[in-house]
């Protein structure tokens, strides 16, 4: 079956630090991926997606390329900010219609980053 | 744009009775709908995927009687939980979806439904 595996958390960073947060997937078929992201109190947004091998979705100065020869799919900032605080989910969503996850999401168990001024 | 609301935030009920959670999409037409169980500092996982006007599927090991899900229209979808137990205390998460389920597509989450079974 399905699955993603995030580094495991909480991380602790300063302002400025760099970010990296791991993430690999196993998959049957040839998934999207997706970067989740949950804020204190908020519901999940999307922060980033990839729907194929070599391609790099980015967004608010985050980043992650979709490696399929490794299959991962990290996450990294160059500068972290207070605001970026919040829980991130990694999360893939299969492409293979002749098994039952077709279109489904997996999520990754979360990383807590805690940002400190 | 692809605002999801839930409702209530949060709900307390005992045990044996029935509650049940309301999953909108405010502002587009949602072709599909899932329901999501989220447990303290753990992962969301998916319970059933739902299509506007045809039944809901059910993830393996989820009860379909305990959680009766319904897809009325393309902007509400409701669970309820029947003779909810103490073990059915969680976190429940809808995501909304524009499209066919297919795996680009984005899912837009709501807030969230805290219940507390007593």
């Known amino acids: 079956g399905n699955s993603v595996t995030q580094m495991e958390g909480p991380v602790t960073l300063s302002e400025e630090a760099f970010l990296t947060i791991n993430c690999t997937y196993t998959a049957t078929g040839y998934p999207s991926l997706f970067w989740y992201v949950q804020y204190p109190g908020e519901g999940l947004q999307l922060l980033l997606k990839?729907?194929?091998?070599?391609d790099k979705g980015s967004n608010k100065g985050f980043e992650a390329t979709y490696r399929k020869e490794t299959t991962s799919f990290h996450l990294e900032k160059g500068s972290v900010q207070v605001s970026d605080s919040a829980v991130y989910f990694c999360?893939?969503?299969?492409?293979?219609?002749?098994?039952?996850?077709?279109?489904?999401?997996?999520f990754g168990q979360g990383t807590i980053l805690t940002v400190h001024p | 744009g692809a605002v999801v609301s839930q409702h209530p935030s949060w709900v307390i009920c005992k045990s044996g009775t029935s509650v049940k959670i309301e999953c909108r999409s405010l502002?587009?037409?949602?072709?599909?709908m899932f329901w999501y169980r989220q447990f303290p500092k753990q992962s969301l996982m998916l319970m059933a995927t739902s299509n506007e006007g045809s039944k809901a599927t059910y993830e393996q090991g989820v009860e379909k009687d305990k959680f009766l899900i319904n897809h009325a229209s393309l902007t509400l979808s409701t669970l309820t939980v029947t003779s909810a137990h103490p073990e059915d205390s969680s976190f429940y998460i809808c995501?909304?979806?524009?499209?066919?389920?297919?795996?680009?597509?984005?899912?837009?989450f709501g807030p969230g439904t805290r219940l507390t079974v007593t």
């Open positions: 502002d587009f037409q949602a072709t599909t």
């Open positions: 995501s909304a979806s524009k499209g066919t389920g297919d795996p680009g597509d984005e899912q837009y």
């Open positions: 990839a729907t194929k091998a070599d």
């Open positions: 999360a893939l969503s299969d492409s293979y219609a002749g098994g039952t996850s077709y279109g489904k999401l997996t």
